[in-house]
């Protein structure tokens, strides 16, 4: 929203404030999809002032509206009235596809489209056609069609109105240990015969 990668290749080549951003204060963050990760971006919107607005599942919205959210009336009004909207769907079946090209023409010019989950929630090539159509106006990007992305040449790095990470949204060393640490005493746990965090107890 406030243009960080052009402001830095500016001031690299020696130009001062090429342009104004935009603040978020104000601005209606929309979550789609109420799981864990996107209740946690839901209050990092409060912080930053944000109306938040959800879109999910009957089931998640009933959760988001009981810790004080609001909830879109229809995905379509979720789409028009989304400053910010970030994506937190897992990516099974029904999601693949869910948001169409229809859906990206609905948002507004200034509206900046986050996908950190998985790039075939949105449908194939729609969102390189939304962005150069201008609906919406940005994207942050973190998530690929297919991965990983070693074309330096991919549509989507062309663009700048657009924010390109290479699925980097959970590797951290903090993460890491995490997880490794969290994998070592499953198998011990599974090796002395008791295991721990089962999916499937009754397989």
Known sequence: MRQIPQQMAALKAGEWQIGVGSGLRGKTLGIYGYGRIGSTVASYGKAFGMKVLVWAREHSLERARADGWSAAPSKEAFFSACDVLSLHLRLVEATRGIVSAADLARMKPSALLVNTSRAPLIEPGALLAALKAGRPG??????????????????????????????????????????????FDQILAYAAGAPINVVNPSS
């Open 138 to 183: 940005m994207a942050a990007l973190d998530v690929y069609e297919n991965e990983p992305v070693l074309d330096p040449d991919y549509p989507l790095f062309a663009l700048d109105n657009v924010v390109c990470t290479p699925h980097i949204g959970y590797v951290t060393r903090d993460e890491y240990q995490i997880q490794f640490s969290d994998i």
